[in-house]
């Protein structure tokens, strides 16, 4: 059974860095694309980036362009979420999400088979 678990959300002040970690464990052996996507309240979940299974291309929402940046672990299926220059707005529940199962579209959500409970990410003014 896959599990996909995040951690290193939490409270920090604009203009600030957080680092989210991600991984995707319970299929040894197989490569999983990864995304992150962030839901605020009252809001649709929206993209964020997301990494190839190889770790050679990556995606960004332009909101988040030069700011976040996202890695990998090729040893694992673990993957990192480098937010730099935080802003209020981009204060949400940020998701991990995995795709085993073929190469996904990278920015839909629809594309990723297992997802990750969320952690929150406040960035305070």
């Known amino acids: 059974q896959v599990q996909v678990l995040e951690s290193g959300g939490g409270l920090v002040q604009a203009g600030g860095s957080l680092r989210l970690s991600c991984t995707a464990s319970g299929r040894p052996g197989s490569r999983a694309a990864m995304g992150w996507f962030r839901q605020a309240p009252g809001t649709e979940r929206e993209f964020v980036a997301a990494?190839?299974?190889?770790?050679?291309?990556?995606y960004y929402a332009e909101s988040v362009k030069g700011r976040f940046s996202i890695s990998r672990d090729n040893a694992e299926n673990t993957v990192h979420l480098q937010m730099n220059s935080l802003k209020p707005g981009d204060s949400a529940v940020y998701y991990c999400?995995?795709?085993?199962?073929?190469?996904?579209?990278?920015?839909?959500?629809?594309?990723?088979?297992?997802w990750g409970q969320g952690t929150q990410v406040t960035v305070s003014s």
């Open positions: 999400a995995a795709a085993f199962y073929g190469p996904p579209s990278p920015r839909n959500a629809n594309s990723y088979d297992y």
């Open positions: 990494i190839t299974w190889s770790g050679d291309m990556t």
